[in-house]
């Protein structure tokens, strides 16, 4: 791994990412969509190259001169399947077939726990995939497409299924910083989570190792969503949450669709995020950590969110769902 093309990466975990290949000591290329997210990476050792996954042949010039392609970037809502596909799915495809015209060595895929049904059982590489929200089918069919194409040519495939990827500069600690949080349900299921320096340094890792393979990943403890507020309270005790039933938040975000048809901008404010929030969805311990030798900076929320509530307290970021500028 000597040249890596990040998408996504003025992202919440393409940023991460980039960051931690410099730290490598390694001259990333940041795939940007928007030139003004790039001011991001001022003062960074990073080229940038201005490109967009709906075309084409932006892509072929992103890929070129790269042996490595961690691909985070898509839109990343949990909209209806119609509106994610064209770069979950279609821009994917392009950017794989591109890669391998470039000669590419590999190509590592963010993709979503969000392909699995609520289970009983954590979830593992064995549990089958039945998506229920149009985010998480458009993820399995990108997986599909992208490991038929790999499996056609000389490239090395991976699609990482990541769970709730938290951190300082995530949408939820956005709304920890003003104090109150609103989440629908009672937040009683037991659901996967990772730390935002733990799921960047596994993308990396599977990069560096040649690992193939499509499989979930989490930390070493699934916790509900009242826990993982809970821990949040023990370092900032003015923190509230308030619970709205299940029901009245899926008719709220459905109230909402007609404005989010003109609305330019993804959102998260929609029914499937209203039912996959409800999801138990915890993952089997250690799966995918033992196969490419790697252990979680952050093994439970426990160690991780008090990392994160300390970054709070001094970091600057606009999340790209935020960021209405360019």
């Not at 975990?13 to 290949?21: A, S």
């Not at 470039?102 to 995939?129: C, I, M, N, R, W």
């Not at 299921?189 to 993308?203: F, G, K, P, Q, S």
Request: with cysteine; hydrophobic share 40%.
């Amino acid at each position: 791994m000597e040249k890596v093309l990040v998408t996504g990466a003025t992202g919440f975990i393409g940023y991460e990412v980039i960051n931690q290949l410099i730290k490598l000591d390694l001259k990333p290329r940041a795939m940007v969509r928007r030139p003004l997210r790039g001011s991001l990476f001022a003062r960074k050792n990073v080229e940038i190259v201005q490109a967009d996954l709906l075309e084409k042949d932006s892509l072929k010039r992103a890929v070129e001169g790269v042996d490595t392609v961690i691909h985070l970037g898509a839109r990343a809502s949990f909209e209806a399947y119609k509106i994610v596909k064209p770069t979950i799915v279609d821009g994917s495809v392009d950017l794989l077939n591109c890669a391998i015209e470039a000669g590419v060595k590999s190509f590592v895929h963010a993709s979503s726990l969000l392909v699995y049904d609520e289970q009983d059982e954590p979830v593992d590489q064995e549990t089958p995939a039945e998506p229920q929200s149009g985010y998480g089918k458009a993820k399995k069919e990108a997986e599909i497409k992208l490991k038929e194409i790999a499996n056609q040519n000389e490239i090395k495939f991976a699609a990482i299924r990541l769970p709730h990827v938290y951190g300082a500069r995530d949408l939820m600690f956005k709304e920890v910083r003003k104090g109150i949080a609103m989440f629908p349900g009672r937040g009683e299921n037991l659901y996967a989570h990772l730390h935002i320096e733990d799921a960047a340094r596994v993308m990396i890792r599977v990069a560096e190792v040649g690992w193939e393979g499509i499989s979930p990943v989490a930390d070493y403890l699934p916790a509900s969503w009242h826990e993982f507020f809970d821990v949040i309270k023990q370092y900032y005790p003015r923190f509230r949450t308030i619970k709205v039933p299940e029901t009245l938040s899926i008719l709220g975000t459905y109230m909402l669709a007609p404005a989010r048809w003109f609305g330019r901008y993804p959102s998260l404010y929609t029914p499937d995020a209203a039912k996959t929030w409800n999801d138990n969805l915890p993952v089997e311990k250690g799966v995918l950590w033992n196969e490419i030798d790697l252990e979680p900076k952050y093994p439970t929320i426990h160690e991780g969110i008090p990392a994160v509530m300390d970054e709070c307290v001094t970091f600057q970021w606009v999340h790209p769902l935020d960021d209405k500028k360019g």
